[in-house]
């Protein structure tokens, strides 16, 4: 390492000032896949969100839209795989982190592998259809030609009571829970 690069490094620790708040990146860019959730939310869709980002930028974000556009498929990874390889103009996601607020089910994880989406960062693990770990790992299994860098858990408990949050008020009012 030469005394350039080893100054340069230095100056990149964090500032004094985020060890008192010290809300990490992975927790940053989930607070905007939880904003896209609230989104979802609104529109009484069960409450899932996701945001892709390459170079600190979102390239693409998507909510769960499966109401709306009455499809089975629009889940909130998809639709945010969509518009960054619409953004990009390009399949490959070289660089990309996806965050999403709950553990992506097989569809999604199969197309994040397909897609060869680097890294992966959810929130709420999911016991009834979780991908990534739960019920299966197809983003890390080795019989396939991709393996994604998985963290899970970031920002779970949040993410978790947005959607426990949700079904409460679903079963309260009458509609049993769109589950
Ligand atoms: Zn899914």
Same mark, same amino acid.
């Given at each position: 390492?030469?005394?350039?690069?080893?100054?340069?490094?230095?100056?990149?620790?964090?500032?004094?000032?985020?060890?008192? !708040?010290?809300?990490?990146?992975?927790?940053?860019?989930?607070? $905007?896949?939880?904003?896209?959730?609230?989104?979802?939310?609104?529109?009484?869709?069960?409450?899932?969100?996701?945001?892709?980002?390459?170079?600190?930028?979102?390239?693409?974000?998507?909510?769960?839209?499966?109401?709306?556009?009455?499809?089975?498929?629009?889940?909130?990874?998809?639709?945010?795989?969509?518009?960054?390889?619409?953004?990009?103009?390009?399949?490959?996601?070289?660089?990309?982190?996806?965050?999403?607020?709950?553990?992506?089910?097989?569809?999604?994880?199969?197309?994040?592998?397909?897609?060869?989406?680097?890294?992966?960062?959810?929130?709420? $693990?999911?016991?009834?259809?979780?991908?990534?770990?739960?019920?299966? !790992?197809?983003?890390?299994?080795? %019989?396939?030609?991709?393996?994604?860098?998985?963290?899970?858990?970031?920002?779970?408990?949040?993410?978790?009571?947005?959607?426990?949050?949700?079904?409460? $008020?679903? %079963?309260?009012?009458?509609?049993?829970?769109?589950?």
């Amino acid at each position: 390492m030469t005394g350039r690069t080893a100054l340069r490094l230095r100056l990149r620790l964090p500032a004094p000032w985020s060890y008192i !708040n010290p809300m990490t990146e992975d927790e940053r860019w989930m607070e $905007s896949a939880l904003r896209e959730a609230e989104q979802a939310k609104k529109r009484k869709e069960v409450p899932v969100g996701a945001v892709i980002v390459h170079g600190g930028k979102i390239i693409g974000r998507g909510y769960n839209q499966i109401e709306l556009l009455q499809d089975p498929t629009a889940h909130a990874e998809m639709i945010a795989i969509t518009a960054a390889a619409a953004g990009l103009g390009s399949r490959r996601f070289d660089g990309c982190t996806l965050y999403v607020t709950l553990e992506p089910c097989a569809m999604c994880a199969g197309a994040i592998v397909l897609a060869r989406i680097p890294r992966l960062v959810f929130g709420a $693990s999911d016991p009834k259809a979780g991908a990534c770990g739960t019920l299966f !790992n197809i983003v890390q299994d080795a %019989r396939l030609n991709h393996r994604v860098e998985l963290a899970g858990g970031i920002s779970g408990d949040q993410c978790g009571a947005l959607l426990s949050e949700f079904f409460a $008020s679903m %079963r309260q009012s009458g509609n049993g829970g769109k589950d």
